[in-house]
T-cell receptor, first 109, second 112 residues
Framework: QKEVEQNSGPLSVPEGAIASLNCTYS??????FFWYRQYSGKSPELIMS????GDKEDGRFTAQLNKASQYVSLLIRDSQPSDSATYLC?????????FGSGTKLNVKP | SQTIHQWPATLVQPVGSPLSLECTVE??????LYWYRQAAGRGLQLLFY??????ISSEVPQNLSASRPQDRQFILSSKKLLLSDSGFYLC???????????FGDGTRLSIL
């Protein structure tokens, strides 16, 4: 069973703080990894893609991948109330995407 | 640019009725297409995926079926809906292997 695990939260951070979201995956053959943001009642929207070990930065977002530890993380700097949403981690392998159940993030003004 | 259209946005159906949800992608050719279901407060459950016209892979045994009659059209169907079919149905596409998925706006299905 290929699994992606996330802490369901909620993770509460004050406005302006760094939010750290974590994800582990079980399939060592997973080739690429993605973070999606999902607002309540809406469809997921892509935030970041990461394909190789290390960090990848895009604006306030940094994705980190450690394939040896089978661990993916997302850091959100200068968190804003508009970042309050559920964040889904996904791993890709052979035409299929495996999603975690998501971490709910609350950013308090 | 590529866009994905999914309709209807909301659907209320009685138990035992048929279902047809449609998804189309514009601005790309030969996409990989996916149907997911998301129960309230839960993750995404992959139902079907397709890598080409007429090619359907089923992930979960159930009373749903999928078809891909055209390159950029993906249809989710059922002959008789069950109460357990309620949920948020999402269509998604990818351009190629290892590329991220992009989702449609979803259909919220309620079974009465």
């Amino acid at each position: 069973q290929k699994e992606v695990e996330q802490n369901s939260g909620p993770l509460s951070v004050p406005e302006g703080a760094i939010a750290s979201l974590n994800c582990t995956y079980s399939d060592r053959g997973s080739q690429s990894f993605f973070w999606y943001r999902q607002y309540s009642g809406k469809s997921p929207e892509l935030i970041m893609s990461i394909y190789s070990n290390g960090d990848k930065e895009d604006g306030r977002f940094t994705a980190q991948l450690n394939k040896a530890s089978q661990y993916v993380s997302l850091l959100i700097r200068d968190s804003q109330p508009s970042d309050s949403a559920t964040y889904l981690c996904a791993a890709y392998n052979f035409n299929k995407f495996y999603f975690g159940s998501g971490t709910k993030l609350n950013v308090k003004p | 640019s590529q866009t994905i259209h999914q309709w209807p946005a909301t659907l209320v159906q009685p138990v035992g009725s048929p279902l047809s949800l449609e998804c189309t992608v514009e601005g790309t050719s030969n996409p990989n297409l996916y149907w997911y279901r998301q129960a309230a407060g839960r993750g995404l459950q992959l139902l079907f995926y397709s890598v080409g016209i007429g090619q359907i892979s089923s992930e979960v045994p159930q009373n749903l079926s999928a078809s891909r009659p055209q390159d950029r059209q993906f249809i989710l169907s059922s002959k008789k809906l069950l109460l357990s079919d309620s949920g948020f149905y999402l269509c998604a596409w990818t351009a190629d292997n290892n590329q991220p998925q992009h989702f449609g706006d979803g259909t919220r299905l309620s079974i009465l």
